[in-house]
């Protein structure tokens, strides 16, 4: 009575486990969509498959267990049918994982194509870039070349200017000294004929008035030419 327990048991554990192992067929063959997701279910029939015949094994042993012929012979004959399901589930789930990778693998190909497109879109996209940022670059240097020579024009003339101002000053000091000689003169002038008073101012006022007369006519004459 206990051996019929435990080959009922051994049953229905080895029906379960055959169920467990089709639907993970079905799972490779409908619902992976990545290399990794297809070596983990086939991990998982072939943890199945595995017990599976472990559970087949044990029903053979109980079947050379049991003491009536009949019961033996029968046993035996599920054994041996059930290996031979065994064997066309072992199949199907290396068929269904070889589908499966051979679709990842075309899927694969196609998305590095499609990908490979695109990166030539963008590749001749990034070359037109370069192309405009080239020629904006060469506009900016051009435009700076220019402003750089119109600086140094720029700066010439102020070297020109200043050395004319320079020139001016130069002359306007040698008048100066000239006409700081005409007043020691009239000075002396002054002191020799200095018998007067009255004379001697009037002679120093009108050489003074003369002094900056003269000064601001030689200055006019400079800044203002006519």
């Known amino acids: 009575m206990a051996d019929d327990i435990h080959v009922r048991l051994c049953l229905q554990e080895i029906v379960k486990l055959d169920l467990e192992a089709k639907a993970i067929i079905q799972d490779i063959r409908q619902d992976v969509g990545t290399l990794e997701m297809l070596d983990e279910f086939n991990a998982k029939g072939r943890k199945k498959i595995s017990d599976l015949r472990g559970k087949i094994a044990e029903l053979e042993r109980l079947g050379l267990e049991q003491e009536r012929d009949s019961d033996r012979d029968a046993i035996l004959v599920n054994v041996e049918s059930l290996r031979q399901k065994l064997a066309r589930t072992v199949t199907s789930l290396r068929q269904a994982s070889l589908s499966t990778k051979l679709t990842l693998d075309k899927n694969e ?46 700066s010439e003339l102020n070297v020109t200017t200043l050395a004319g101002s320079s020139q001016v000053i130069s002359d306007t000091h040698e008048e100066f000294h000239t006409m700081g ?23 120093i006022l009108l050489a003074l008035i003369f ?16």
Not at 181 to 203: A, M, N, P, V
């Open 109 to 154: 190909k196609k998305e590095l194509l499609s990908g490979s497109s695109q990166v030539r879109k963008r590749n001749q996209g990034n070359k037109e870039t370069l192309v405009k940022t080239a020629n904006n670059i060469t506009e900016s240097l051009m435009s700076l070349n220019q402003t750089m020579a119109d600086q140094v024009k720029q």
């Open 181 to 203: 000689g005409h007043i020691q003169h009239s000075q002396r002038l002054l002191t020799k004929y200095g018998r007067r008073e009255f004379t001697d101012r009037l002679l």
């Open 211 to 226: 002094f900056f007369a003269t000064v601001l006519y030689i200055v006019k004459k400079r800044l203002w030419p006519s």
